[in-house]
């Protein structure tokens, strides 16, 4: 069940506040590893969130899912564990589904990053706005943890809360910047907190749409490409090479 070790790194994003944006970055940040020929896996911790198959079309593929791994302990193969769960764009994918149970065990989540650093060059993590055991793991064995915030009001209460409650806590703290039409901030508000900014990223347009007719994310326009911009600055940041 292993292949060769590729001592992957793990990025974990979470959102500031309803509405940040975060899954749809960690989908696209890996669409973008991806395609720069890094071994990707995608990791669905929000048992709550809508489910990160559904962003990528995958909902109706085949393959394992966190019901299958939620009792596991201890070692699981990097290699079989990439081989069966279900992949797209070249990234694979660890989804929750559309029923099952209500969370993962810090154990189970342990075991998954285990063999995702082994068998990928990078895990990417996408965190509910919570922090609970799981998070809280995630996050201690995060080499970066991004936080995605708008130029809304809330969403800058919530990153400045966020980044004094994960000061400390974890690894690398850096910010992604979405612009919100509807937001009234500048986002040198955002700046002005005490982390790097590591990307700027425009208005998504579109991007709903493509979710619901089950197409990811691509990375031709302007938010794909500001999300390829920003793996260059984490890959920079994690001594790898994308």
């Given at each position: 069940?292993?292949?060769?070790?590729?001592?992957?790194?793990?990025?974990?994003?979470?959102?500031c506040?309803?509405?940040?944006?975060?899954?749809?970055f960690?989908?696209?940040?890996?669409?973008a590893a991806?395609?720069?020929?890094?071994?990707?896996l995608?990791?669905?911790?929000?048992?709550?969130?809508?489910?990160?198959?559904v962003l990528?079309?995958?909902?109706?593929?085949g393959?394992?899912?966190w019901?299958?791994?939620?009792?596991?302990?201890?070692?699981?193969?990097?290699?079989?564990?990439?081989d069966?769960?279900?992949?797209?764009?070249?990234?694979?994918?660890i989804?929750?589904?559309?029923?099952?149970?209500r969370?993962?065990?810090?154990?189970?989540?342990?075991?998954?990053?285990?063999?995702?650093?082994?068998?990928?060059?990078i895990?990417?993590?996408?965190?509910?706005?919570q922090?609970?055991?799981?998070?809280?793991?995630?996050?201690?064995?995060a080499?970066?943890?991004?936080?995605?915030?708008t130029?809304?009001?809330?969403?800058?209460?919530?990153?400045?809360?966020?980044?004094?409650?994960?000061?400390?806590?974890?690894?690398?703290?850096?910010?992604v910047?979405?612009?919100?039409?509807?937001?009234?901030l500048?986002?040198?508000v955002?700046?002005?907190?005490?982390?790097?900014?590591?990307?700027?990223?425009?208005?998504a347009?579109?991007l709903?749409?493509?979710?619901?007719?089950g197409?990811?994310?691509?990375?031709k326009?302007?938010?794909?490409?500001?999300?390829?911009?920003a793996?260059?600055?984490?890959?920079?940041?994690l001594?790898?090479?994308a």
């Amino acid at each position: 069940g292993e292949g060769p070790v590729r001592d992957g790194r793990i990025v974990a994003v979470m959102g500031c506040g309803a509405g940040a944006g975060a899954s749809t970055f960690a989908v696209t940040l890996a669409i973008a590893a991806a395609a720069k020929s890094l071994r990707v896996l995608l990791v669905d911790a929000d048992p709550l969130g809508g489910g990160l198959d559904v962003l990528l079309g995958l909902e109706d593929a085949g393959g394992v899912r966190w019901p299958d791994l939620v009792e596991t302990r201890g070692r699981l193969g990097s290699r079989s564990l990439a081989d069966a769960l279900p992949h797209t764009d070249g990234v694979a994918v660890i989804s929750w589904g559309r029923e099952g149970p209500r969370g993962a065990s810090p154990e189970a989540m342990s075991a998954v990053l285990d063999a995702g650093v082994r068998g990928h060059d990078i895990v990417i993590v996408d965190l509910p706005r919570q922090l609970d055991p799981v998070t809280e793991l995630v996050t201690s064995r995060a080499d970066e943890t991004v936080l995605v915030a708008t130029n809304r009001v809330r969403s800058a209460a919530a990153a400045a809360r966020i980044t004094g409650v994960l000061d400390g806590r974890c690894g690398s703290l850096g910010i992604v910047l979405r612009s919100d039409p509807r937001g009234v901030l500048d986002d040198a508000v955002l700046a002005a907190l005490p982390v790097p900014v590591i990307a700027r990223l425009p208005v998504a347009a579109g991007l709903a749409g493509r979710a619901d007719d089950g197409r990811p994310p691509g990375l031709k326009d302007a938010y794909g490409k500001a999300c390829m911009a920003a793996l260059h600055t984490l890959a920079r940041n994690l001594g790898r090479v994308a």
